[in-house]
């Protein structure tokens, strides 16, 4: 059984992908999610809507009468944008610095709103400076976890966990220090850690074994988790 760090609408998805090949996964969010409400959001003037995650596509109130367009990190970011009622939605790379690229290569509105959570990685103020204005405003609060469920405490103190997938530097942060406050800080040595990218995989540096997907997908990270399975079970047969 593999656990998922991720939020758990992403982890349910993990989930469903991984049960393809016969392998378990186990949701265990590392951060609670507060949503600002939708009337304190300003979007009446903006001409165009920027999503980097599905959480703030669930932030995302419901599409009003003015058509404008909504640029999304990932299809599950852009199918959550049209169940809100938005039409001109564009689905981009899964990756904040991809779809920043991607944006410099079309047209895209003079002003742009952001709805991102209080903390991110990427600046896409920075990243757009002279192709058009970005207004930043957070839509949805992270809060961490103050201590692990039961049921993962269970599974890691009985070696049940196999791997462990994580897909930001907050989520390892905080998944490593419930793991010391519950005194289960040899798990670090025992099961891998799987990561979508280098610079995540520096907050992992209490881990022995780190593997880092080959591209900065989610969906190529389930990949590394499938491949590594196939090779546990071959080794073991």
Known sequence: MFLSLRDIESAEEDRRLLARYGIS???CPMQDV???????LRLKDAGGILLTSPKAALALPPSDAIARPVFCVGRRTAA???EKGYRDVWAGPDNAA?????????PVPNHMVWLRGDRVSFDFASALAGICQIEAQIAYNLKARAHLPEAVLVALAAGHITGVMGLSQAQIEIFDRLLDTAHLAKSRDDIPLFVI???VAEAAHNWTNIVISRRKRPVSVCAAIAC?????RTASA
Do not use: K
């Open 25 to 27: 996964l186990l949701p």
């Open 34 to 40: 507060t949503y600002r409400p939708h009337d304190e």
């Open 80 to 82: 959550l944008a049209r």
């Open 98 to 106: 991809a779809l920043a690229e991607a944006m410099r290569e079309r």
């Open 197 to 199: 990218s280098h610079r």
């Open 228 to 232: 590594y399975d196939r090779q546990q």
